[in-house]
């Protein structure tokens, strides 16, 4: 069906399907651009002596085998992922205990099905288990490939060369080589899974039928699409908050596993994120104060959409009236705390404008003496400006050295606000603008009535010298 469309004075004839086909593909753009991620996927294949052991559907080697060369038929078909296969336990006899035994059978590619295959038919279980060591040799078979990278262990037994796996798979997956592996253990005795467990996700069979629905089981997590949105909602729960950091965390293991930062696409909507649907997440938002969002499932093959309300305005930090170019006034910083809470939120520079979430907080700016501002608030999309008298400076010359302090006059009592530095010849401060008092003694001096009490003044941006 054809319908005419004008635009600025043209018109056209226009397929009116062709056009409901080119809007969805718009919209679907974020989706579509996920479905191009590739996903790695390695299996980490035990061929030692115990394989040959008999089990119910046949050896465990041929368990293993059959069902690792049907779901490579499955995983051949799939777009944009890659397989390998690295072996051990099958290159030296049992009696030679060797630790090395391990080598990468098939790399990682596309394209390969035929030769795992040929390849499984040639493997003769003889050796002994190099479980860690086969484990830290798949660093090298990865290659560092920008990629979902997948390790699928299969094995019945602990590793032969007293080793601890749990701390290798760890450094794997502190340094972004994989995701969390897969272990499916062949009748592994309990002592092995329970010290197992903190590899990854672990599964435990018992027969042929169980083996091969756990190994179906971890590919399809494997390779599955799955994309999440985070909504960073405003006051009027609508999702306009973006430009900060986000990260997730595996929340089995605590480490994090996406780090980004948030951003919208070209329609002015929050960016589809590529993320494993194999984890449940904690999630981090790293907002003034932080936002923490716990125990994230994720749908599988379906796009998750994660609303979070996150309100944010602007504190503007600046100092009122004349601003010396001394260093000491660089050195003023603005604490930012919750109402009645001693915790230090942020750090804010002097003449600076940054992000909050809305609310009400605390300022301490470390002026001398110190600068209290209660109930600021930050509202949405608003900017609140707090302005402090810009300090004078002091300049204290010394023609000796001295003990001594300056003070203020609160509520009828004596407040010490700074000790002068002894040895130093001269000392420059930035004072608020108020009344001071100086009390100091000569160092070399014998009695206590040397001491000098002096009172002077400081005016905002203006400067005074004191000789001493």
């Known amino acids: 069906m054809k319908k005419k469309l004008e ?30 991620e590739r996903t790695r996927i390695l299996f980490l294949l035990d061929a030692s002596l115990s394989m040959k052991n008999e089990w119910k ?25 890659e397989m390998g296969m690295r072996v051990f336990g099958h290159l030296y006899p049992e009696p030679d205990k060797n630790c090395h035994d391990s080598r990468l059978e098939i790399r990682i590619d596309t394209g390969n099905v035929k030769a795992i295959k040929r390849k499984l038919d ?21 290659g560092g490939v920008p990629a979902k990278n997948i390790l699928i262990v299969i ?16 450094m794997l997956q502190k340094n972004n080589i994989i995701l969390r592996p897969f272990i499916i253990g062949m009748a592994l005795q309990a002592k092995n899974f329970e010290e197992m467990q903190c590899m990854g996700k672990l599964y435990n069979t018992n027969t042929a039928e169980e083996f091969s629905e756990a190994l179906k089981n971890v590919v399809n997590q494997s390779i599955a699409k799955t994309s999440l949105q ?33 951003s919208m696409n070209h329609r002015g909507f929050p960016d589809t994120l590529i993320v494993s649907p194999m984890f449940d997440y904690k999630l981090q938002i790293h907002t003034i104060p932080p936002i923490t969002v716990d125990s994230i499932h994720l749908k599988k093959n379906f796009h998750n959409i994660i609303n979070v309300k996150a309100p944010q305005g602007y504190l503007n930090f ?22 009645n809470e001693i915790a ?3 750090v804010q520079e002097m003449n600076t404008k940054e992000k909050y979430i809305c609310g009400a907080y605390d300022l301490e700016v470390l002026t001398l003496p110190r600068t209290f501002v209660k109930g600021v608030r930050i509202d949405q999309s608003k900017t609140t400006d707090v302005q402090i008298p810009s300090p004078g400076i002091l300049t204290m010359n010394k023609t000796f050295e001295a003990y001594g302090g300056i003070f203020i006059v609160e509520k009828g009592g004596m407040k010490k606000i700074y000790e002068l530095r002894l040895k130093d010849k001269q000392e420059t401060i930035a004072l608020q603008p108020g009344k001071y008092r100086i009390v100091y003694r000569s160092k070399s001096a014998r009695t206590i009535h040397t001491t000098v009490d002096k009172e002077f003044e400081i005016t905002s941006g203006g400067s005074l010298s004191l000789k001493l």
């Open 318 to 339: 600046t100092l009122q009236g004349t601003i010396s170019k001394s260093a000491a006034i660089e050195r003023i910083k603005c604490l930012v705390h919750k109402p």
């Open 7 to 36: 635009v600025g004075g043209w018109q056209f004839a226009v397929n009116t399907r062709v056009l409901l086909c080119i809007c969805i593909a718009y919209c679907l753009l974020p989706i579509a651009s996920f479905s191009q």
């Open 230 to 262: 985070v909504n960073l909602n405003d006051i009027n729960g609508k999702p306009t908050e973006s430009n900060v950091n986000i990260t997730f965390y595996d929340l089995e293991s605590r480490l994090p596993k996406y780090n980004l930062y948030h």
């Open 122 to 142: 040639e493997i003769r279980p003889k050796g002994i288990t190099p479980l860690v060591y086969s484990i830290e040799k798949t660093v090298g078979d990865f």
């Open 155 to 170: 094995t019945d037994g602990e590793d032969a060369c007293d080793r601890d796996p749990c701390s290798v798979s760890l």
């Open 344 to 346: 230090t939120l942020n």
């Open 57 to 81: 559907g046949g050896s465990k080697w041929d368990v293993a085998r059959t069902a690792l060369a049907d779901i490579a038929d499955s995983i051949s078909q799939v777009p944009n992922c």
